[in-house]
């Protein structure tokens, strides 16, 4: 046990450390305690992934102490430790790790460096407690924490005004999810008397439940899930949050906040499985997240904003798999995306390090001569996003996509077609940044350079594991043995029982037609890419140039951020400011500032009875004796 509470609590400690005497230690032992911080955690992680892996280990659930106890309601802290949990516990410590291996170097020279660990190692810290936790509230706990530690992140360089808005935008954006998340855990409370997930999936597997109910709790659940998961109408917080420096991108992205939509949504697949109804919203709302985003994407050129939309756009996937009963798939896409993703944006990083802070695409071009390791890390991860056999994404995209096929051809067709855009942009990514001629200033040519070596290994790794970590899910009805399925079988064992997960229903002909035609649009929508940014050499159109009514909408991202403002933000700016004229300024004000004036004038009147003279003083006491006399006797 003693093993499973320093993987929580390692990151802790190394918060305590760099927050309170990080600033007296030189950087590299800063970055050196946040670093092992994680990678104890990782290891220990390990030990209990293999046991589970080989059959040794089994599920833990342990009440730690016992917490809140009311009438007939009692809240333990309690930690649980299953196959779903191990699978995020590996991916946060594993890929988190590789990202602060990649900030000793890319944050060396920021004055706050110590400050950053300490964050990370925070972040780290409520990531794991989000996923490790046996019941709603201490998951809930774990929840907020990433919402405060995204915002400390976000606007880490925080004398910038804009990257400040960011950090508040994002996290007013995830309160409002929050509430959905929170109504949802005292529904499940009052009706249940327990928020443990294992009390609570015997309590709902045992007895008839109330339909109703359960479409209730598992939307308001859901809300919470598009909040934190950044899927319409709230995902606007998520491009902005490339406010922060890029190791940040990479950890929300990739490894840990929003990741907690998808395993929420996982982790009570109990309850979804009983509310169909609830199931094909998120279906839907994930498919249309998947094409909106990656419509947005195409026409997107700051490098770090491409890759924040690409995010949008897989996380649509998998709720859309999480939508139509495909547990598995949705994690199996989980662990691959982050693979590729923290691959991405830590290569974004890599780039944006090189031309000293140019993040606009169109003044990069051909650094793949300066930059090879990046070049080749980056193709390798783009070729795994894009869903080319046999990298990652392939496996995973394709076992989303050919259960969808199954449950709903038109959700199957958007997704496809999001698919094959994001083949498209990702490449036009690719073009523009690594091939053709430079096209951007005489100065950052002469200082074009290869990343150092902090940077460039955890590229590597992640490239290798971008390539690879698809064959864990190779595809049954090809009659292969679907590892990651098999992993994972125990925590859906009951899910399972009621919904054909990936594609076990499709023959073999089937999904080899479907696994040829995605690949085929894939190579096809690249090989238009290459057209367009090789063989024609063009480049996007220069700020403020003229371009279609059609383009200029995706270009402004559909204007969303400017209905929100015109339409919420505005409108309760102004009530604000009503409210700060008439309560504030006003009544607060007011109250307080004639009591002042109150008081100053009776200090002044009664002042004046101070004259010196004694008569005056006898007289007074005298009157005061009489006055006293008189109370009491009318009281008596």
Sequence with gaps: MLNLYLIILLPLIGFLINAFVGKSLPKNVSGIIGSASILGSFILSS???????????????????????????KINFGILLDQLSVTWL?????????????????????????????????????????VTGNNFLITFIGWEGVGLCSYLLIGFWYKNQDYNNAAKKAFVMNRIGDLGFLVGMFLILYNFKTLNFGLLQTAVSAGVVNHGLMVAIT????IGAMGKSAQLPLYTWLPDAMAGPTPVSALIHAATMVTAGIYIIARAHFIYVLAPETMQFVACVGAATALFAATIGIMQNDIKKVLAYSTVSQLGLMFMALGVGAFNSAVF???????????LFLGSGSVIHALSGEQDIRKMGGLRKWMP????????SSLAISGVFPFSGFFSKDEILAATFEHDKVLWAIGSIASILTAFYMFRLVF?????????????????????????????????LAAVAGFMGLPESLGFHHAFKGFLAPVFAQALSAHNETAEGLSMSTDIALMAGAVMAALLSIAYAYFKYVSKSETPNAEGAPISFVRRWVYNKYYVDEIYNLFIVAPIGKLSEVFYDVVDRLVVDGIVN?????????????????????????????????VIFLFAFIIK
């Design 47 to 73: 030990i209990f992934f293999i046991g589970f892996l080989n059959g040794t280990q089994q599920k833990i659930d342990v009440n730690v102490f016992d917490w809140i106890s009311f009438g007939d309601f």
């Design 333 to 343: 896409h989980v662990v691959t995306h982050a693979f590729f993703k923290a691959c």
């Design 432 to 464: 523009l940044t690594f091939t053709g001629s430079f096209r951007g200033t005489e100065e950052q040519k002469h200082h074009l350079h290869e990343s150092p070596s902090l940077i460039t290994i955890p590229l590597v790794i992640l490239a290798i």
């Design 594 to 626: 004639r009591s002042g004036k109150l008081s100053i004038g009776v200090g002044n009147q009664l002042r004046k009875l101070q004259s010196g003279y004694i008569g005056f003083y006898l007289l007074a006491m005298v009157l005061s004796v009489v």
């Design 373 to 380: 390791i990046t070049f080749w890390t980056f193709l390798i």
């Design 219 to 222: 939307m308001l659940l859901f």
């Design 90 to 130: 590996m991916v946060i410590t594993g890929v988190g790790f590789l990202i602060h291996l990649y900030s000793i170097s890319y944050m060396r020279e920021d004055e706050n460096f110590s400050i950053f660990f300490s964050y990370l190692n925070l972040f780290i810290f409520f990531m794991l407690l989000l």
